[in-house]
T-cell receptor
């Protein structure tokens, strides 16, 4: 069966520090991968998605970046965090069919102080 | 566009009450439609889905019917429980790789 893991689960970082959140999927090949952010009490904002290794689509211009160095690995990064980067970050995957659902990871809570 | 409009919350119900959370979408093509549930501090879990018109998705007592004529996918449950307290998200997937989510509806069920 397929599983998705992301880490760390919780992170407290000072403003201006770097960020790296990692997500891996097991049990499937060539998934579409996604990073969402959920601000407190708000909906989901799509940040990046990827349909293959090295292919990244950015939805929102910001100081975050994403990379997909391997088929089932998706990394969210920042060189310098802002206060507004605080939130709940969710990694997700799906297959490329129209009817497939998104499968979400457990989430990573980032607090920037 | 590709928006999903979801009923504003928060919603507070007594246990065993009937639940409806409205969801409508903009009609472009033939999207698949989903309801997700998010419990506090967790990621989103798929609750149910429907992939074509008139399909009914159902799970754990929840139901939603894909209504193409009204571009709606309302979530219903006949008798809610305290354990149903969570945030519910409606989503659509048009042809392609993107998903579009509603803003979420917070449900609190009180004993």
């Amino acid at each position: 069966s397929q599983t998705i893991h992301q880490w760390p689960a919780t992170l407290v970082q000072p403003v201006g520090s770097p960020l790296s959140l990692e997500c891996t999927v097991e049990g499937t090949s060539n998934p579409n991968l996604y990073w969402y952010r959920q601000a407190a009490g708000r909906g989901l904002q799509l940040l990046f998605y990827s349909v293959g290794i090295g292919q990244i689509s950015s939805e929102v211009p910001q100081n975050l970046s994403a990379s997909r160095p391997q088929d089932r690995q998706f990394i969210l990064s920042s060189k310098k965090l802002l206060l507004s980067d605080s939130g709940f970050y969710l990694c997700a995957w799906t297959m490329g069919t129209r009817t497939g659902e998104l499968f979400f990871g457990e989430g990573s809570r980032l607090t920037v102080l | 566009g590709n928006s999903v409009t979801q009923m504003e919350g928060p919603v507070t119900l007594s246990e065993e009450a009937f639940l409806t959370i409205n969801c409508t979408y903009t009609a472009t093509g033939y999207p698949s439609l989903f309801w997700y549930v998010q419990y506090p501090g967790e990621g989103l879990q798929l609750l149910l889905k429907a992939t074509k018109a008139d399909d009914k998705g159902s799970n754990k007592g929840f139901e939603a019917t894909y209504r193409k004529e009204t571009t709606s996918f309302h979530l219903e449950k006949g008798s809610v429980q305290v354990s149903d307290s969570a945030v519910y998200f409606c989503a659509r997937r048009p042809t392609g790789n993107q998903f579009y989510f509603g803003t979420g509806t917070s449900l609190t069920v009180i004993p």
